[in-house]
Nanobody
Framework: QVQLVESGGGLVQAGGSLRLSCVVSGSIVKLDTVGWYRQAPGKQRELVTQITSDGDTHSADSVKGRFTISRDNAKNTVYLQMSSLKPEDTAVYYC???????????????WGQGTLVTVSS
């Protein structure tokens, strides 16, 4: 079994910062692309940013220059550093990973349970 656990959400004032963590555990052969998504109330889930196993990143225009994704392959952990937060960043943030698991030997797409980020004005 492969599990993702997010942490680091909370309440922050506009202009503040938060760092989210996504820890991937279980029978992992390779942790491939990992992404952070978010879903605000009444809206569809959207991709915020993602990072490949080689460290290439892609981010939504709305967060470019404010959010940074990084990964520690030794710890199977991906981070989302969020700065200059805005009220419109308020959402549940989900981690998503494409994982090559050992048993059965196959790629799986795994989601975390989400962590709430609330930005007050």
């Amino acid at each position: 079994q492969v599990q993702l656990v997010e942490s680091g959400g909370g309440l922050v004032q506009a202009g503040g910062s938060l760092r989210l963590s996504c820890v991937v555990s279980g029978s992992i052969v390779k942790l491939d692309t990992v992404g952070w998504y978010r879903q605000a109330p009444g809206k569809q889930r959207e991709l915020v940013t993602q990072i490949t196993s080689d460290g290439d990143t892609h981010s939504a225009d709305s967060v470019k220059g404010r959010f940074t994704i990084s990964r520690d392959n030794a710890k199977n952990t991906v981070y989302l550093q969020m700065s200059s937060l805005k009220p419109e960043d308020t959402a549940v943030y989900y981690c998503n990973a494409n994982v090559l698991q050992s048993s059965p030997y196959m790629y799986r797409v795994v989601w975390g349970q989400g962590t709430l980020v609330t930005v007050s004005s």
